[in-house]
């Protein structure tokens, strides 16, 4: 059986021999300022970004099987927190950036103490609950978030010293911005990965799988769905950071409830049940929200189509219809 | 080793479990017997901490684990499997028992290293031991229903109890299966020194394998001896009369 269990569960032998997807899309993308246009790396800083809050969401809906209807909460918290620490106390970057991780974190691990005490729709009504009490919140504090004018010009980072580097003197600012988000999202995005596929990730699956089975194999459930909630929300308030720089600004709505329901679209459009779905999501959203509303000013009606064909003829997403496919095709192969 | 006394639970006025006491002794097989509804699943979730009693005490080798939170109690040394199968479907055969032994072992608070290569050797010790060797890696959702039935006894016995619980262990398992479940049961209790009380109503298996019965009508226990006992308990021979008791 060890031979057997080796090849269902040995990923590291698949490893081995498999093409590193992952760093030849990263290289790809990484080129993007050098062999497309200033629209494309726009779109690619956009869709890096939302990449990394849709898969921070995909933490708690396809690992842990939690809904959370709030999670543009921690996006904006963490935009706030990063905006307001660069524009007004003059932090920089490199101090406000994971402050900001950390302040949606500890938001979330607040919010979702009395969000885990509940199940299934309740869960997902408090979370609701929780991210309108936080856009309230936003909306009406003038002082400190600039209420419902936002809190415009936040500055970029001091990225002087990308300039020194050989081949990004002549970019713009924006450029070497998406680079370094790009990176940060890389670094994030591969430690969510690790920690899907560690110990901790396979006690969130046994939760998503069969909560009242992980109690009974010694899983105190609650915490475990806190920890993947504060994590979630601390990823989510990393990627709200590097949004509120791209965007040249943070809003109320970041934190609005319209938000979480893109995200979500997001991840279920990709595939929540693959570690990558909901980047496949945000790329796919993304793109398709820019040539659709260059032709029509109906953008809502075309994603409620999408996502009613999604949902009757492709459950799994994009990347659960690829994998039907694929299997499919390999059947047909071995027949 | 294991002491149930005066345990009470009632639903908004009904009484599903009244006043019920009796002991499990160490390395002894006990079965709780009863007509349907008459408490028994109320009774195993009393014990596991899944329901809080109204009143009462359960006692886990003298340490008193009443309205402990399943995931204390099944640290303490008590594991269950359910009436209902109860496993992990979209995991393989072979994660659904790892992920216990992760659990078991404390490895939850790892965030770092890869899952995959933990506790193979504990595993497929446990895969000989319930007889699932072959299908490690299939999912356990597309086991056929006895199988997912060992996998569960997979999964309680990976945290390594001392007191195993089990409501209906062949509950839906055609002869042979029920046959092979209970041979199964008999040597792994007695290779791990368990303590076993199960719930079943197959008066063959019960009387086949249980060294002390309790027997619960409509909440209360009405016997409680050795086989011989509840066998010529003139109570219960009313209640379960036409079903073939003394068979």
Redesign the interface.
Known sequence: ??E??E??????SRAGWQVPWTLIVFLMALSLPWIGSRYDTFLGTQIAIYSLFALSLNLLLGTTGLVSFGHAAYFGIGSYACGILMKIVAVPFWLAFPAAGLIAALFAAGFGFFCVRLTKIYFAMLTLAFSQIVWAVCFKWNDLTGGDQGLPDVPFPDLGWMAALPGFDRMRIAEQFYVLALVLVALSVAALR??T???????L??IR??P??????????RL?ELAAFTIAGGFAGLSGALFGIFNRGVFADFVFWSKSADVMIMTILGGMHHFWGPAVGALVLTLLNQQITAYTEFWPFVLGTILIVLLFVFPGGILGALDVALSRMSKRRDA | MLEISGLTKSFSGFVAVADVSFTVDTRQIAAVIGPNGAGKSTLFNLITGHLRPDSGRVLLDARDITGVAPHETCRMGLGRSFQRTNIFPLLTVFENLQSAFLVHYGRGRNFWSRSESFYRDEVEALLVSIGLREQALLLGGTLSYGNQKQLELGLALAIDPQVLLLDEPTAGMSASETHETIRLLQRIADERGLTLLFTEHDMAVVFGIAQKIAVLHQGHLIADGTTEEVRNDPEVRRVYLGHGLSQ
Do not use: D, W
């Open positions: 059986m060890s057997q269990a090849s269902a569960v040995g990923m590291p690790r920690l596929g560690s110990p901790f990730g396979r006690v699956t046994t799988e069969n009242e089975r992980a109690a009974f194999i010694g899983v105190n459930v475990y």
